[in-house]
């Protein structure tokens, strides 16, 4: 009996980050989040070059967009969007939408990124130190999470940002917010060093005479790569967010230099006359949150499936 | 357990003592002059030096610590000779802005953001878990689909950002309720209810996105563990298996959560309450940073520091009593 088997399909040996790329272009949800979160980033990056194509700079004034009879209402329907204004403009001082969101979006997103960094590096850091070494540098950094993390955090954010009037207003807003956003990441990255430090390719490396420098780096970093990848991503909404609250209560960067939080917080006294006004600013902040964390649930899904359980 | 408490009762003070340090370094490190703030425009050196002596700025910043650490506990007395003002248990100091106790002032706000807090808290638990479970037994159905679409995008939401959408849609619009004014519970239960109904609606909306996420995986985690298929193999009807063995397990991570949500909100959601105007501690404390009012500042940060780390304990305790398998 002579059967032609198929051949079996040779294992193809896709490594793990393989797999993934290849379940997340699967799926439909991180294709459109991914293509806003572009939108929004090459929007960030490219904030000069897009407002002299607008032809209106964030801080220009133009009296003719808006009607002086009105009490400052801009020209035109939904918030005077024409050619002119591609987003309308702002009521009373005319200032265009479209420049001034562009703008927003950079400071936004770079506070946002910064202050993301911080904190998965120090979290990182932090995590697997305590983790690895164990013992009294566990005990030391593990208080120091739960005291970190039983600050008020809004409230003491809000209280040093409006104690410290004269400084760089973008780092001391990044370096405040990724202050208390340590712990958590810290603590996922501890369980999983916890779990990893007694593998045996782990003890292999120890045997073979490596230093713990070179086990953190080499076999315990790699380890914790995936949960990190997928915390960040879920992390990022958040600190946009913080970052627009405060800007909101006026404790963020300084008018003129705008942001998405700012500028809610100036649309809402018009949010009766110049609905667009609120609605632009407040439309970029919704689209950016839910598509990060749209894209770092699908990032937990696949790379760290435990977490996404847990 | 009574051992437990204790240490745990000794580290609370601990994380307090820490906060009030940081906190008060924070303010003395950073450049602010607290005794040119109360002493106005036209102030004189010699006006200005006797504040200071009067407010005890002019001692080393370790022994004005002391005394404010100290003060929470005994009571001071504040200033010397005929300004010499005493300051009973539990002393926080005095407001720059109005000279009254920033005890008294607190614990005039705390009925207000309390009520904010916990009626919010109940309306974001019953409508997140309640979707959380049901997202989690219908899993992947199309109930359990647009049940997490919306938590999602709600998720997303600012909460000023809603609480605009709820004047605009349900005040100015609809004129379905009262632009809220806060109505003291023991005067009138039911105009206090429905002037608080709308910023209760603004917060939960929120969270209760995030719960209905959080209870839905940690839902969907205990319903594939090896004891539910237990109680379902010895035959217990559906309901029993869900409500008694299901949720038991499934709501312990959702009570770490809620703890310290809870706690944060307690002493004042600053957002929330200056939108809808509401007199709680976030607009005091709102207040405070405009005016440099330290003292009121501090005390608001030690208030909601104190709720964070007591509420943390609440729930570390209801644990052994939720989760079998924790004693201590």
């Given amino acids: ?310 | 357990m009574i051992l437990y408490i204790g240490r745990r009762l000794l580290g609370v003070t601990g994380v307090l003592i820490a906060i009030a340090a940081v906190t008060f370094t924070i303010f003395y490190v950073l450049p602010s002059d607290p005794a040119a703030a109360a002493c106005g425009k036209s102030c004189s050196v010699e006006r200005l030096a006797a504040i200071r002596t009067h407010m005890g700025l002019d001692e080393p910043v370790w022994k004005q610590f002391w005394e404010f650490a100290s003060g929470i506990f005994t009571g001071r007395t504040m200033g010397s000779g005929q300004y010499a003002l005493h300051c009973d248990f539990p002393c926080l100091g005095y407001s720059y802005e109005n000279s009254e106790s920033v005890w008294g002032l607190l614990m005039d706000r705390l009925p207000v953001s309390a009520s904010l807090a916990l009626g919010a808290a109940v309306l974001w638990l019953v409508l997140g878990l309640s979707a959380g479970v049901t997202a989690a037994l219908r899993k992947d159905t199309l109930t359990d689909k647009v049940l997490m679409v919306g938590a999602v995008a709600a998720a997303s939401l600012p909460v000023y950002f809603t609480s605009m959408m709820l004047i605009y849609g349900l005040i100015r619009t609809a004129g379905l309720l009262p632009y809220p004014q806060y109505v003291p519970f023991g005067s009138d239960p039911v105009h206090w209810a429905s002037n608080l109904l709308l910023p209760w609606l603004a917060l939960a909306v929120l969270y209760a996105a995030m719960y209905a996420r959080q209870s839905r995986s940690s839902m969907i985690e205990t319903m594939a563990e090896p004891y539910i298929r237990t109680a379902r193999a010895k035959g217990l009807p559906r309901r029993t298996v869900v409500v008694k063995h299901g949720l038991r397990a499934g709501m312990t991570p959702i009570l770490t959560i809620f703890g310290m949500d809870l706690g944060g909100l307690l002493a004042g959601a600053v957002i929330t309450e200056s939108i809808f105007g509401l007199p709680g501690i976030g607009r005091l404390f709102y207040g405070a940073l405009s005016s440099g009012d330290q003292p009121v500042i501090l005390g608001v940060t030690l208030l909601a520091a104190a709720f964070i780390v007591v509420a943390n304990l609440a729930v570390d305790l209801l644990y052994a009593v939720v989760d079998p398998r924790v004693r201590y």
């Fill in chain 1, 1 to 310: 009996m002579t059967t032609t088997l198929a051949p079996a399909a040779a294992p193809t040996g896709r490594g793990p980050w393989q797999l993934a790329r290849a379940e997340l272009r699967r799926r439909t949800s991180v294709k459109i989040s991914l293509a806003v979160v572009a939108l929004f980033l090459v929007m960030a990056a490219a904030a000069p070059l897009l407002s002299r194509l607008g032809g209106w700079s964030p801080e220009e004034f133009d009296k003719t967009a808006v009607d002086p009879y009105l009490g400052g209402q801009p020209l035109g329907t939904l918030g005077g969007i024409s050619a002119d204004h591609w987003l309308g403009v702002e009521p009373v001082t005319g200032r265009d939408l479209f420049a001034r969101v562009v703008h927003g979006a950079q400071v936004s997103l770079l506070i946002a990124f910064a202050a993301t960094a911080i904190v998965v590096v120090a979290g990182t850091a932090a995590g697997i130190a305590a983790g690895y070494f164990g013992g009294r540098t566990d005990a030391v950094l593990s208080r120091l999470m739960d005291l970190t993390m039983s600050f008020p955090s809004l409230i003491f954010m809000i209280a040093m940002m409006s104690v410290a009037k004269d400084v760089n207003r973008i780092a001391l807003m990044t370096a405040v917010i990724g202050l208390f956003g340590w712990p958590g990441i810290a603590r996922v990255v501890r369980g999983q060093t916890l779990s990893l430090k007694h593998r045996e390719y782990v003890d292999a490396a120890r045997v073979n005479g490596s230093g713990s420098w070179r086990i953190l780096t080499r076999d315990i970093l790699p380890g914790v790569a995936g949960p990190v990848i997928a915390y960040t991503t879920l992390i990022i909404p958040g600190m946009i967010a913080t970052e627009a609250a405060l800007s909101y209560l006026g404790v963020g960067v300084r008018p003129p230099t705008p942001s998405w939080g700012q500028m809610i917080a100036e649309s809402v006294a018009f949010y009766d006359t110049d609905p667009m006004y609120f609605v632009i600013p407040s439309a970029c902040l919704f689209l950016t949150v839910l598509a990060f964390t749209l894209l770092g649930d699908a990032l937990r899904d696949i790379l760290d499936p435990r977490g996404s359980r847990s």
